[in-house]
């Protein structure tokens, strides 16, 4: 079952597929990147997803520390 049932079931077909990544920047959990579908994702849908999110973590290793557990923390 997906983590948003009340979302998931409003949508015409349902979405019934969840893709998640943890974010981490340097060993701190600063969230989690999740797309959701009504289709299976495919493996390339996937590895893009996990490219996209490589880039956004480069671009969040330039923050200040301070800055990244201030942002983890809400």
């Keep these: 079952a997906l983590d948003l049932p009340d979302v ?3 949508h015409n077909p349902a979405l019934a597929y969840c893709l998640a990544f943890p974010v981490q920047v ?5 969230g989690v990147f999740t797309l959701y579908s009504t289709r299976p ?3 390339d849908q996937q590895n893009l ?3 996209m ?3 956004i973590v480069d671009t969040f290793e330039g ?9 983890a923390a809400r």
């Design 8 to 10: 998931a079931s409003q």
């Design 41 to 43: 994702f495919t493996s």
């Design 53 to 55: 999110l490589r880039e």
């Design 26 to 30: 340097r060993g701190v959990l600063a």
């Design 49 to 51: 997803c996990a490219h």
């Design 63 to 71: 923050v200040d520390e301070s800055t990244v557990r201030q942002f």
